[in-house]
């Protein structure tokens, strides 16, 4: 440890200074006041200060007064060489800001006892200083952390940190839900552990071992019956040595983004299909009359006929539905109010239910509240409501017989609200948002089957939208679904 010697006396200099240097120390040597204080001002300055207590200039005393009223408050410990016994000079001093004193002539071994506790205070202030700007940037790290974990833990994007060992310390709620982490605790975790169920566009041990300040990266859930898509970038910090310190992942759900393109493409094979299977047939029953001979062309006739007129209706059903759903696109309610028998309409609906799936077996019920029944509405509009939702609970029923049922009252505040309820398959709970999205089928996320066009739902949606209500949906795996519309009153009052 580097330790000021400062005696004006060239002997005592001397000594104090072979004294220092035998004890492993190095000596600063300063022959009066003025040098000694330029020594204690330097960059450089020496953490322990023997001082003379008579100088030329400026005594040790001055000095030390001077080190305690510095604002910069400097751990120098200072130990006062003095010829003076005295308790007053001593108690001077000692308030003037010395920590310790010896009296000459000194005792060697009292004076290196003296400067070893010196050494041991520096030491422990080194220690302690040490601890505080630890502790200060523990509290920086903290606070840094709170308001990281403030700004992302609402974000749609999926955010996780972690230590410079991979394993994750963070993860906002977006995070928890892409990583399959909710109700885990996740805390100590290998980050290629968590990411293991997934398909990765990049090998772990190069995200790891990258030096790069970036990696891009594609998240693939693709084994599940629900497929997951995820765009992921890992952004690494280093500290001044290149070492890394922590890193973040980014997570955004590209599912959608994914399946867009597929979507238009699917949608669009459906439609050809859906056109050209009744064409095909149509088609085809004529080819057969054409190349009759004449005599077979009336047997073939009636028999053909038939179901080339179940194909023009089936043609026409799919193109109205397409009408039906662009016309409602602009979310405006039919204008043709007027008073309507809602009996009268759901046994109309039975009846071409019944008529358009004339093979299958269906169990139709309906409940309709004595002061529901007559209301004044857009006849078309309830009509379609009423229809999409039978029609749904029977082309996607699994269980023989289906079970329909229809039911139809007020609430407390007069509000009509139509309930259609089946015994079906059910909605996996994470698509029940996606349902009354344009094109989108259920059934073919979850079973890879297609059934209609993916607009039912949707146009029922827009149609109490448009009429200032809200479709409201309870469904469970195994359980059957119940789609419930309610119109405000004055869309359904008589």
Known sequence: MRILVAEDEAMNRR????????WGHEPIIASDGAEAWKLLNSPDAPSIAMLDWMMPGIDGVEICRRLRESPEQRMIYVIMVTTNARPADIVEGLEAGADDYVTKPFDPQELRARVDVGVRMVALHRRLAERGRSLASARARLEDQARFESAVGGMSDGIATVDAQWRLSYANRSAELLLNLVDEDYAGRLLRDILEPFELSQDPTAIEESA???TELEIARTGEDVKLWMDGRVTRRFDDEGRLTDAVLTLRDATDRMNARNREMRF?????????????????SLDVIAHLPREQVQEAWERLLPICLRQVKRLDETIARLLQ?????????????????????????ELALRAQYPEEEIEFASTIATEANHVVIAPDDVR??????????????EQRPVQVGVGVDRDEDGALRIAVSDNGPGIPHEHLDRVFEGYVQIEEVVTG??????????????????????????????????????????NGSS
């Open 212 to 214: 790069e300040g970036t």
């Open 268 to 284: 669009m094979n459906t439609i050809s299909h859906k056109l050209r299977t009744p064409l095909t047939v149509i088609g085809g």
């Open 15 to 22: 000594l104090l200074e072979v004294s220092v240097r035998k």
């Open 384 to 397: 379609l409501v009423i229809d999409e939702l039978v029609d749904n609970s029977v082309k996607f029923a």
């Open 325 to 349: 759903f662009r016309e409602l696109s602009v979310g405006e309610p039919s204008a043709e109010i007027e008073p309507v028998d809602l009996a009268d309409v759901i046994e109309q609906v």
């Open 449 to 490: 089957q297609v059934r209609g066009l993916g607009l039912g739902l949707r146009i029922v949606w827009q149609i109490a939208d448009a009429h200032g209500g809200a479709v409201a949906i309870q469904s469970a795996i195994g359980q059957g679904t119940t789609v419930t519309v309610t119109l405000p009153p004055d």
